[in-house]
């Protein structure tokens, strides 16, 4: 089992797909909006919730008795997103992501998964890669949008999986934690190749040497390293029908279900009794219609789940 901090954790999209591999658990939420907290509170009562990334420490965390296998979390896309001022990572908000970097320095977890929107591919992408590898990970990443697996609307996405370049895919954390603790901040001036970046950047991947430095000054990739996610894989997803549908009605807001498509879809059981739509008038109509416009898909974070346990030689558990 996989011990998950859920970073920028929002209503729980990210967990919720991967607890339902049965191979991750989360053991702690980072999330500062009061309504998306009151979410995982409810149902995640035992699991803790810090209130902002930006005082979140690997010290903090230990204190706590927490120690993490992967870190993953959708950081801020209002300054990368086309609809935004376009100040990328060095905006206030999407600059958000060099402390979940720092997060992950502090605490070089195993495996970790960003996503954003399809803009960071030529609105910090490369920041975002090079600041991996200068911790010493490997990288590839794919624009998944949710109907690839069955969602009725496009929300396109960019989804980048890590691990460590030295020692393996299984190698914990504990010595480079010894060995390195580098600058988040100054780490996108480190070291990276980015690789292979296909069909202008839908999909590609970047390594680095075992030590750390630039393993080519060329753009290239290691052919004898498998990838984490195929296309296989997601078209595997698509076909499959993974839970049937993608997500609740966003109440008609751009990336959401139209309202008349809400009204004709039964609720799924693991919905409860939420509706599809959120109409006027609707307790907490706004929190509601913010918090489902900012979640993730959880299927694509439980597709990417299902790959790690492959690559991890684990046992993918159906959740009951």
Same mark, same amino acid.
């Given at each position: 089992?996989?011990?998950?901090?859920?970073?920028?954790?929002?209503?729980?999209?990210?967990?919720?797909?991967?607890?339902?591999?049965?191979?991750?658990?989360?053991?702690?939420?980072?999330?500062?909006?009061?309504?998306?907290?009151?979410?995982?509170?409810?149902?995640?009562?035992?699991?803790?919730?810090?209130?902002?990334?930006?005082?979140?420490?690997?010290?903090?965390?230990?204190?706590?008795?927490?120690? $993490?296998? $992967?870190?993953?979390?959708?950081?801020?896309?209002?300054?990368?997103?086309?609809?935004?001022?376009?100040?990328?990572?060095?905006?206030?908000?999407?600059?958000?992501?060099?402390?979940?970097?720092?997060? *992950?320095?502090?605490?070089?977890?195993?495996?970790?998964?960003?996503?954003?929107?399809?803009?960071?591919?030529?609105?910090?992408?490369? *920041?975002?890669?090079?600041?991996?590898?200068?911790?010493?990970?490997?990288?590839?990443?794919?624009?998944?949008?949710?109907?690839? *697996?069955?969602?009725?609307?496009?929300?396109?996405?960019?989804?980048?999986?890590?691990?460590?370049?030295?020692?393996?895919?299984?190698?914990?954390?504990?010595?480079?934690?010894?060995?390195?603790?580098?600058?988040?901040?100054?780490?996108?001036?480190?070291?990276?190749?980015?690789?292979?970046?296909?069909?202008?950047?839908?999909?590609?991947?970047?390594?680095?040497?075992?030590?750390?430095?630039?393993?080519?000054?060329?753009?290239?990739?290691?052919?004898?390293?498998?990838? $984490?996610?195929?296309?296989?894989?997601?078209?595997?997803?698509?076909?499959?029908? *993974?839970?049937?549908?993608?997500?609740?009605?966003?109440?008609?807001?751009?990336?959401?279900?139209?309202?008349?498509?809400?009204?004709?879809?039964?609720?799924?059981?693991?919905?409860?009794?939420?509706?599809?739509?959120?109409?006027?008038?609707?307790?907490?109509?706004?929190?509601?219609?913010?918090?489902?416009?900012?979640?993730?898909?959880?299927?694509?974070?439980?597709?990417?789940?299902?790959?790690?346990?492959?690559?991890?030689?684990?046992?993918?558990?159906?959740?009951?």
């Amino acid at each position: 089992m996989l011990s998950v901090l859920d970073l920028f954790s929002g209503i729980g999209g990210f967990s919720l797909g991967l607890e339902r591999t049965g191979g991750f658990k989360t053991v702690a939420f980072c999330e500062i909006e009061p309504f998306p907290r009151a979410v995982l509170a409810k149902h995640w009562p035992e699991v803790p919730c810090y209130d902002d990334v930006r005082t979140l420490t690997a010290e903090r965390l230990a204190a706590d008795g927490i120690s $993490v296998d $992967v870190i993953c979390g959708g950081f801020p896309c209002q300054d990368i997103s086309v609809a935004g001022r376009g100040a990328g990572l060095g905006g206030a908000r999407s600059g958000l992501w060099f402390d979940m970097l720092r997060v *992950i320095a502090e605490t070089q977890p195993r495996w970790v998964v960003a996503e954003n929107v399809s803009a960071l591919r030529t609105r910090g992408l490369d *920041i975002v890669l090079r600041g991996l590898a200068a911790l010493g990970y490997d990288a590839e990443w794919h624009c998944i949008p949710a109907g690839a *697996i069955g969602a009725a609307h496009q929300r396109d996405r960019v989804w980048i999986v890590a691990h460590p370049a030295s020692g393996g895919r299984r190698e914990h954390g504990d010595e480079r934690r010894q060995a390195r603790h580098p600058q988040a901040r100054q780490s996108a001036d480190g070291c990276a190749v980015l690789a292979n970046a296909e069909r202008g950047g839908h999909e590609g991947r970047s390594t680095v040497s075992p030590d750390g430095e630039d393993a080519s000054p060329a753009l290239s990739c290691d052919p004898a390293r498998s990838q $984490v996610i195929s296309a296989s894989d997601i078209r595997d997803a698509a076909a499959q029908r *993974i839970w049937g549908r993608a997500q609740p009605g966003l109440g008609g807001e751009a990336n959401g279900l139209s309202r008349w498509m809400d009204g004709t879809r039964p609720v799924e059981a693991w919905e409860g009794n939420t509706p599809r739509v959120v109409p006027p008038g609707y307790p907490n109509r706004r929190p509601r219609l913010k918090a489902l416009g900012n979640s993730v898909v959880p299927q694509i974070p439980e597709l990417i789940g299902r790959a790690i346990l492959r690559a991890e030689g684990l046992e993918a558990l159906h959740a009951a």
